[in-house]
């Protein structure tokens, strides 16, 4: 019997021009075979020296032949096109790595289309036909593809698992009633199923629902996000221009003194010059006059120096001179004694309602449904940690602040800092340069041998004074974790709390500005709350630290 095909090499039917399948095959002479663009692309190349040369063999060939498609080459080629997508298609349908694979295939197994609970095997398109067309598999429940139907098979007896033990929870097989699940509560696991069903659709409804609610959440939170950055940007726009009239004012009142101040320097430096030149022709006069006398006094004849005396002396006569106060000479220092007058009005106003402004913002609230928790681990704390430095021009003369400001040592000898309103004078203490506002946590390592405090104070606490008045704890501006080697303390508006707690030099303070939580920590191994405060804070807050022993030294941590 003849075959069916004959096989060939399928580079037969590569053009060596494109390295790709013939198309509009053509031969030429020397019986190579290429596409007809591609000799045609070659040849032309060729034109100027009318030799025309096969880009296989080489043999020349003149004049240029004429091309004709290959009639019979193109249907052997289209018929290999039609053969490479049927292989192709069939490696779509062949089980991969990650498909389930039918269990009836011999060989290179195709992929899984279905899987029988009842027979426990997975069948390809091709398998799969007897469950649909014998009516032995009419009751079989066929599931998408699973490599998990072993799952389905009783440990124990080795049966299908198609009975429900409510009493354990648990699929078994209809032996198991009749040793381990004895009297259970057993149902078929189709009607346990439908029950199921039915909770899970309640369960679903349940889901939905609050998949609704939290989508009407989030556009009312996208609203509100609309509505704070419209309110925001027209209070930014509004100070933005409120004041820019005040720097305009400012900058308008600046230039008058200044153009007073020029003015009245022309006027007076003129007046002077005008006195100044009257003076200096006086002088000359004087001068002349000196000369008259002078030649006077040497007249040797009696009776001439008498004759000309009363003529001469009329010259001694004083002229009349410009008047000249000769008093304090007073310039332009009384000016900058009303500038600064001014400068020291304004600056109080402008610290004091920045604080409220300040404060302001940051009581900024949007009322949600959920309130915000605290944090309870010391990553949900850390996940609230705030930069922050020391202020040198806050610090005591005897606290070295480092060059990054992030630590202070007490020294015996004073430090080189110039004078500063906001410095302490009468404790070892040191405020932020920050403000605290919102949520804020940080931490600070002690060491050395005395007492240090931790602390947060409004700005306006007193840099010098009575106890009372300066100490943070010992006022209503500041509250301060006093830290001996035994005991802590808790100081606020000079009322002491006992605090108990293991011992650390390593410090947390948290924060919550808007909702009045203040917390101090423990910090080890684990994280122990020592004291919290609840409380309404009416301004911004600052970090405080005090040292009270030569040599100790305090360092705001870096964290993660």
Request: hydrophobic content about 30%; charged content about 25%.
């Amino acid at each position: 019997m003849a075959q069916k095909g004959v096989q060939l090499d399928e580079e037969t039917f590569y053009c060596s021009v494109c390295l790709d399948l013939l198309t509009k095959p053509v031969t030429i002479p020397c019986g190579h075979s290429y596409c007809m663009n591609c000799i045609k692309a070659h040849w032309d190349g060729q034109d100027e020296k009318k030799l025309y040369s096969c880009p296989q063999c080489r043999q020349t060939l003149t004049p240029r032949p004429a091309l004709v498609k290959n009639t019979m080459l193109a249907a052997l080629v289209e018929e290999l096109k039609k053969m490479e997508c049927q292989d192709a298609a069939a490696d779509c349908c062949y089980a991969g790595a990650e498909d389930v694979a039918c269990d009836v295939c011999y060989g290179r197994k195709l992929k899984a289309v279905k899987s029988c609970l009842q027979c426990l095997v997975s069948y390809c398109e091709k398998h799969l036909q007897p469950h649909y067309q014998s009516p032995t598999f009419k009751n079989h429940k066929l599931v998408d593809p699973s490599e998990k139907l072993q799952e389905n098979i009783c440990p124990q007896h080795h049966e299908v698992m198609n009975m429900f033990c409510r009493h354990d929870q648990q699929c078994i097989c209809y032996l198991c009633p009749v040793n381990e699940h004895k009297g259970h509560d057993t149902v078929s696991v189709a009607a346990e199923r439908t029950e199921k069903q039915k909770e899970l659709e309640v369960n679903r409804q349940k889901v939905q629902q609050k998949i609704h609610d939290k989508e009407n959440d989030v556009k009312v939170f996208g609203q509100e996000v609309e509505a704070i950055n419209c309110s925001a940007d027209e209070a930014v726009q509004n100070s933005e221009k409120m004041f820019t009239e005040l720097i305009r004012l400012m900058e308008q009142r600046r230039s008058d003194v200044k153009e007073q101040i020029r003015s009245q320097q022309e006027t007076e430096v003129s007046r002077v010059k005008e006195l100044q030149k009257e003076l200096e022709q006086e002088i000359s006069e004087l001068r002349r006059k000196d000369v008259e006398l002078e030649k006077l006094s040497h007249i040797d004849d009696h009776n001439q120096f008498l004759h000309s005396y009363p003529s001469v002396l009329k010259l001694t006569e004083p002229a009349d001179s410009p008047g000249m106060n000769m008093c304090l000479l007073r310039y332009f220092e009384d000016v900058t004694a009303a500038v600064l007058e001014l400068r020291s009005k304004i600056q109080p106003i402008l610290t004091e309602e920045w604080t409220n402004i300040s404060l302001t913002i940051a009581q900024v609230d949007v009322l949600l449904s959920n309130p915000q928790t605290e944090p309870k681990t010391r990553a949900e704390f850390l996940k609230y940690s705030c930069k922050i430095t020391l202020d040198p021009n806050t610090a005591h003369t005897q606290l070295s602040v480092s060059k990054g400001e992030k630590r202070i040592t007490l020294k015996k000898e004073n430090q080189r800092y110039s004078h500063h309103s906001d410095r302490f004078r009468n404790r070892y203490q040191v405020l932020s340069r920050e403000s605290l506002t919102g949520r804020c946590y940080w931490e600070v390592e002690f060491s050395g041998n005395g007492r240090f405090s931790v602390a947060v104070a409004y700005k306006d606490i007193k840099r010098e004074g009575f106890l009372y008045e300066c100490v943070f704890g010992y006022n209503d501006k500041s509250w301060a974790l006093d830290c001996h080697k035994t005991k802590y303390e808790f100081w606020f508006n000079n009322v002491q709390a006992p605090v108990s707690g293991p011992f650390s030099s390593r410090m947390g303070v948290y924060v919550d500005h808007r909702a009045g939580v203040l917390s101090f920590h423990s910090i080890s191994e684990t994280m122990t709350l020592l004291h919290r405060v609840q409380t309404i804070f009416t301004q911004p807050l600052y970090a405080g630290l005090e040292l009270s022993s030569v040599g100790d030294t305090a360092v705001l941590c870096k964290l993660k």
